[in-house]
């Protein structure tokens, strides 16, 4: 099985300034059980990026030619046997040919992500006010929501190009709300806004 590593501060289909495509075939970051083969072991403990500005990863431009890994990250499980613990925090996931985040086969058993209610810009000082639902799966849980913008609107596909910050602890099914200042280069209006929970 796949465990216990820990993936932060690079860039990935990209340089340290997120601006020069030099994107994978295939997507950015994989994790899958072993072989890829269910029933291998569990996917477990493993962490990309964290909660300092120094863990974060930069991951675009990537999946151009793969026609199935075409994620900014993907984890993949095992039906078989449990998979969790895989957290993908505070990264910037721009520009790839699918989702920034792609879960698969119970990867990280398929945690949805919150419900974001409202998101009010405040144009004289570059705040946002987020208001924001937690999953109500798995019940007595907590979760830290992460919210993020990126500057193209590239409905349906969903990523996070730009850290707004986080909530830190909300209960299952709960409604938060906080506000952040939007990090430089500010753009208004906003294009595109997600979020992600982490259980």
């Known amino acids: 099985y796949i465990s216990d ?3 932060v501060g690079n860039a990935i289909g990209t340089d340290a300034t997120g601006t020069i495509d030099l994107g994978n075939g295939a997507g950015g970051i994989l994790i899958q059980p072993f072989g890829g083969y269910p029933g291998t072991g569990p996917t477990v403990n493993n ?6 500005a120094a863990e974060t990863n930069i991951i675009a431009y990537n999946g151009k030619t793969d026609p199935v890994d075409i994620f900014g990250v993907s984890i ?4 078989i046997t449990p998979d969790y613990l895989n957290p993908i925090l505070g990264n910037s996931i721009f520009n790839n040919i699918g989702n920034g985040i ?3 086969d119970s990867g990280n058993n398929n945690q949805i992500p919150p419900t ?6 405040n144009p004289s000082n570059n705040h946002v006010r987020v208001t924001a639902t937690a999953p109500a799966s798995p ?7 992460e919210f993020f913008v990126t500057d193209i609107n590239r409905n349906p596909i969903t990523e996070g190009q730009r850290f ?3 909530i830190p602890s909300v209960p299952s099914g709960s409604t938060a709300s906080a506000e952040f200042t939007v990090p430089a280069p500010a753009v208004l209006p906003l294009t595109w806004a997600s979020a992600t929970a982490t259980n």
Do not use: Y
């Open 116 to 121: 974001i209610t409202s998101f009010a810009v």
């Open 139 to 145: 019940a007595a849980s907590n979760f830290r929501l």
């Open 76 to 79: 993949l499980g095992d039906n």
């Open 47 to 52: 962490r990309i990026g964290g909660t300092t």
């Open 5 to 7: 590593s820990v993936i």
């Open 102 to 104: 792609n879960l698969q």
């Open 164 to 166: 707004l910050g986080a």
